[in-house]
């Protein structure tokens, strides 16, 4: 038997032979001290109670070792150990974390020992393992840090990622922001590009909490240095100071001049002497230049500036033996319905009256006589130096057509002109470039009732006409078309005299009578009275019969007939009563229109029953 046997025999036999004494516990050995000591709640409860002292110690100790591992709370965490793929984080909790190393890939240098910011992701994933997420700690932080930023005003640094639509993308705290382009810089840009893969300083200047955007600005940053330079400039300013500046914008109206932080504007008529259509003409963008202050406001925020004032007024330039009615050449520079402007010399003009472009006393528009860029022979007809004023003439390098007007116009010479414009009096024809002439509505036709010009001829229309008077010093001409050609009606008041009998056909029946067409020029009047035939019926619409004249006024136009005079002797006896008076009137002392006038219309009236 071995020594270790021989022991364990011994043991055993020493514990067999051994008699236990009784033990006698302490609620037996003192029933009533028990009692009263004994703790009621640990044996309700089943536990046995701890003191307040130590459980306050125990949470200490548990806040200082362990970490609350909330989902949506960022704590610090210290890397332990780093493999081909994870990083494994301790932030004191039950286990560590992992954490994939492409959310470092922004930071290569990542070694055991570095402190990094974490937010649990995961508490327990299905092997039990604690997941843990560094990009979204860092998109969490970002955005606490980018709200304080846009609250406090602080300045901070961003990586611009790309161009895009109307600016640029900024990586600020590993959040995307939007640059605008008119945040860029306080200059318009052109290209946009240059800033791509810098880092520069932004200021937040926008939040979207709903959609998680973030707007930043650069502009911001520059306009606060620049206003305490705009400060300093404008307390400096005084009318007449000439200053350097950079040409910041060009418009249609103006060059707006950066002078440091203070911009101002050069007006296109403070720009150049000489008319210009567009400030491009005289400067281009980022172009240095002198100019002067004109004016500015109470608070010198509307700054008006200078070009042209810097040089000598070309006027002053203009040669001292220039006089009134020399001849110039110049250029036409601007049109309006009045005249044309004419630059006879650099920042010179002078203006040609649209009265001063012809010797025709009917005025037309300029744009009819020049064109903007025609070069053009004029003469000064005024000259003021003190004004700046000059005033020219085109017609005088031509001879007045009125000079000899009477040779080339006598009265009753005929003639072809051009149909320029009507009145409601009448037309103006165009003889020749400066002699016009009026031909009056009455003037134009022997037979027609015209009631406006239209209705006879169109303008552009060329019309024979004949010369009736001369107006030299008035000069004026009046015309007559119809004067052309023989009066009809010289013909009409004996074909048509007092008591002729004619055929024809009523043309239209109306309440006081009836018109009859004898030809083209000649429609009669027949009283409703006259139109009682023999039988003592009325004679109808384009029913023929004979008629017999019974008025004819050749001044007025005017002819009345009568169907009842003709088989009716008391009206055939007046009709021939009244021929004989008019034949008797017409032998005495020429007897005027008027009288003949009365004298047919009375026979009218009583033939048609009014006495």
Known sequence: MSEKETKEAEVVATEATTVEAPVVSEAQANPEKFLKEFDWHNYEEGIEQVEDTKLEEFEKLVSENF???????????????????????????KSEGVISLNEFRYNPDLKVGDKVEVLIDVREDATGQLVLSHRKARVIKAWDRVIKANETGEIVNGFVKCRTKGGMIVDVFGIE????????????????????????????????????NIVVSHKALIEADIEEQKKEIIGQLEKGQVLEGIVKNITSYGVFIDLGGVDGLVHITDLSWSRINHPNEIVELD????????????NKSRIQLGLKQLSKHPWEALAEDVKVGDKVKGKV??????????????????????????????????????????????????????????????????????????????????????????????????????IDGL???????????????????????????????????????????????????????TEFALGTTHKAALTEVVDKGATIEFNEDIVAFV?????????????????????K??????????????????????????????????????????????????????????MDGKK
Not at 394 to 410: A, R, S, V
């Open 333 to 434: 520079v601007v049109i309006a319905d009045y005249g044309a402007f004419i630059e006879v010399a650099d920042g010179v003009e002078g203006l040609v009256h649209v009265s001063e472009m012809s010797w025709s006393t009917h005025l037309r528009s300029a744009q009819d006589f020049v064109s903007v860029g025609d070069e053009i022979d004029a003469v000064i007809l005024t000259l003021d130096r003190e004004d700046r004023k000059m005033s020219l003439g085109i017609k005088q390098l031509t001879p007045d057509p009125w000079t000899d007007i009477t040779k080339k116009y006598p009265v009753g010479s005929k003639h072809t002109g051009i149909v320029r414009n009507f009145t409601n009096f009448g037309v103006f024809v165009e003889l020749e470039e400066g």
């Open 177 to 212: 922001a939007f640059l605008p382009g008119s945040q860029i810089d306080v200059k318009p840009i052109r290209d946009y590009d240059q800033y791509v893969n810098k880092t520069m300083e932004f200021k937040v200047v926008k939040i979207n909490h709903e959609f998680k």
């Open 549 to 606: 004249i019974i008025e004819f006024n050749k001044e007025f136009k005017r002819v009345v007939a009568s169907h009842t005079a003709v088989f009716r002797e008391e009206e055939a006896k007046i009709v021939k009563q009244a021929v004989k008076k008019a034949e008797a009137q017409a032998a005495e002392a020429k007897p005027t229109l008027g009288d003949a006038n009365d004298a047919l219309q009375a026979l009218k009236d009583k």
């Open 439 to 493: 031909i009056y509505i009455s003037d134009l036709s022997w037979t027609k009732k015209i009631k406006h010009p239209s209705e006879f001829c169109n303008v552009g229309d060329n019309l024979d006409v004949v010369v009736l008077e001369l107006d030299v010093e008035g000069r004026k001409l009046s015309l007559g078309h119809k004067q052309t050609t023989e009066n009809p009606w010289d013909k009409y008041e």
């Open 287 to 298: 172009q240095k230049l002198n100019v002067v202050i004109l004016d500015f406001d109470e």
């Open 67 to 93: 970490v609350d591992t909330l989902d949506d709370e960022v704590v610090e965490g210290e890397v332990i150990h780093i493999t081909d793929r994870d990083a494994i984080i301790d932030i004191n909790a």
């Open 527 to 547: 009283p409703a009275r006259h139109l009682e035939k023999e039988d003592g019926s009325t004679l109808k619409k384009g029913e023929e019969a004979e008629f």
